[in-house]
Each structure stands twice: as structure tokens, then as C-alpha cells.
């Protein structure tokens, strides 16, 4: 796509711009100023524009308001710009709907694992075990460049990865012991940890619109949980504990920020975590429940209702998408907004509520129900007051 110059008051600068578009189909503007023609170029962000597809243009960058002019754009650029916006919004769609698939295969998979192998640690480490495969099977096929990882960088991923590995376990003893829908509908309550430890660990401020929606997000969960049929304190417990440990991760990661090289992208950031939660989770697994995979525990399983190979082909599934969900959740993270991500992180949640309860037939009441939905809309309302403190920053 190429740059226009452009002739800009009040100042005489050389200023370049290039215009992308998020998933909102707001137009983003990258921008390049130079105090001359011939000094490198330093780039700013454009917060507003108007009077856009007209040969002036009224900019907003850092407080000021300049009033630039240019060329008419060529009618075939345009028309290609649009061609351009056309495909990404086909291909972002795409990947939300694989993400949203993925992750309602696994939960059905993982589901069905633990009722007849009731080993949280080994399955979390077994999937862990399956991503680990892809990874170096990306690597080997050069599908992504290897990543060169520092030794301060290996330090921080190394914190995120033990939040990871945390998180992941304790999702798992979780939806072991109660209904998937119930898990998710506990893990709705996300949001509420996040701005408590953002709180108290690097001083962050909540708006009034974000803690207004952190009322149904906790009204709905306690009536949810109030209400819930499958109600177990060690599910319940284990859901929450993992929200902690989650967001715990999630908010030293903003602290303590890796530093991204050229080769150290969202995709390779990712997957060095799940390596290093393989490394960790295999001795976890072995020291709380043992080798369990041998013919006796195995042939239990068939007992249950399950052939071990049936067995063996559901745990591969739940690995592969847990893995792949993921992945493309980094991918999708990579080419929207960090508020967008949450949305559609936010109706995810509702997909996979929905086909869990629809799958497993889940018996649920019309005030758990009420309560499932309130936090539902919670978080998508916690989503929306953090774009809105977005714009206003």
C-alpha cells in the first residue's frame, strides 16, 4: 500500500501516512513526521480524523490539531484498499470461528477423558505433552522462524509459563468435578480478579463503568453457583483459584514486559510457554498420581464404558485443540486490539456454555440460568467500559 506526502500546517514537516483497518472497521493511521526530508523518521499515532475520502484532512496527534492536504487517492487504490479490507475481514472471521470451534471440541474431548480417567495432572500434561509435539514439528518444517530467546526474556517467560501451567491444572480439576458449563461460568468472573490485582500490584485504577460491570459478573456467578446441580466445593474452588492464578499472570505480564525481538512474536512467546508447562506438569503428574498409564488403570477405563482405544483417540483430540485454540487465539491477538480480543473472548465463552449444556444434556434451572447469563453479560459489559477508558486515555 503506499504513502502520500502530504503538505501540513502549522509546521513545515515531511510526514508520510499509510491508512490500515482493525476488525472495527475503523480506519488506523500510522504515521511518520521528520523535522527534515532527510533525518530518520519518528512515528506517532493518529487518535482522530475527519473529513476522511475528502482532499483535506484535520488530524489530532498528542493534543494538537493540524490540517494537512493531498492528491486525490487513485480511484484504482481505493478500490483496492477496500479489496484488501474485504479479505482480512474475511480471514479474521474465519479464524474466530476455528477458534471458537477448537475450543468447544475440547472441552467435549477433555470432558469425556476425565469422567472415565479422573487424572487432572496427566491429561493437563499430556496435552501440554501434544503441543509440545506441533511446536517442534513447526520449528522442524521452518512453517514459523525459531525464536532467540534472552536470558532476562527466558526469566519472565519462565513466570508466565508457571501461571500458565497453574492455570491449565486447576481448569482441568475443575472441570473434572463439575459440569463444563458451571467451570466456564465461574471463569466468567475473569475480569473481577483482573482489577483487583491490577489494584494492588501495579496501581491501576479502575473506571467507574469498569467496576459498575463487575456487579452482575459477581451477582450472576453466586447465583450460578447457588443453583448449580453439579455443585462441588473442590470444582468450585479450583475454578476460582485458577482465575487468580490466570489474571495473576496476565497482570505481572504487564509489569514486567518481555521484550519482543524480531523472532520473539506472539505465536513463539506461546510456544515456548507450553514447552516449558510440558517440563513442569510431566514430574507434577507423576508425583501426584503416579504413572497412569498402565494396562490396570487402563483397562478400568473400559470398564466404564470407554475402549482404550477410544480412550487414547479423545485424549489426542483434546490435545490437539487445546493446543490449536490456543494458538490461534495468539494469532487473532496479533491482528485485532487487546479490548476487541476480549469480546470475542467474551462470546466464546457463551458458545461454549451453550454447546456444553446442548452436548451433555446439562440440567440447568431457570435462575441458573439467570445467574449464567448476568455474568455473561458482566464481562461483555467489562469488555466494552474498558474500550471506552481505551479511547479516553
Known sequence: MGSYALALSPSKQCFTYSPKFNFNFSAIYSCNFRKSCTQSSLTYNISSISNYRSNVYIYKI?????????????????????????????????????????????????????????????????????????ILLMWALNLHPKPKVSRSQFTVIFLLALGHTLGNLLTNISLGKVAVSFTHTIKAMEPFFTVVLSAMLIGERPSLWVVSSLVPIVGGVALASFTEASFNWIGFGSAMASNLTNQTRNVFSKKFMVKKEESLDNINLFSIITIISFLLLTPIAVFMEGAKFSPSYLQNVANQGLSVKELCIKALLSGFCFHTYQQVSYMILQMVSPVTHAVGNSLKRVVVIVSSVIFFQTPVSPVNSLGTAMALAGVFLYSRAKKIKTKGA
Open 62 to 134: 498528542s493534543g494538537q490539531k493540524f490540517k494537512a492536504s493531498s492528491a486525490a487517492v487513485p480511484q484504482g487504490m481505493s478500490e483496492g484498499m477496500n479489496t484488501d479490507e474485504r479479505i482480512r475481514t474475511l480471514q479474521l472471521g474465519s479464524m474466530f470461528l476455528i477458534w471458537y470451534l477448537l475450543n468447544i471440541y475440547f472441552n467435549i474431548f477433555n470432558k469425556q477423558v476425565l469422567k472415565v480417567f479422573p487424572f487432572p495432572a496427566t491429561v493437563t500434561a499430556f496435552q501440554s505433552g501434544c503441543g509440545t509435539v506441533l
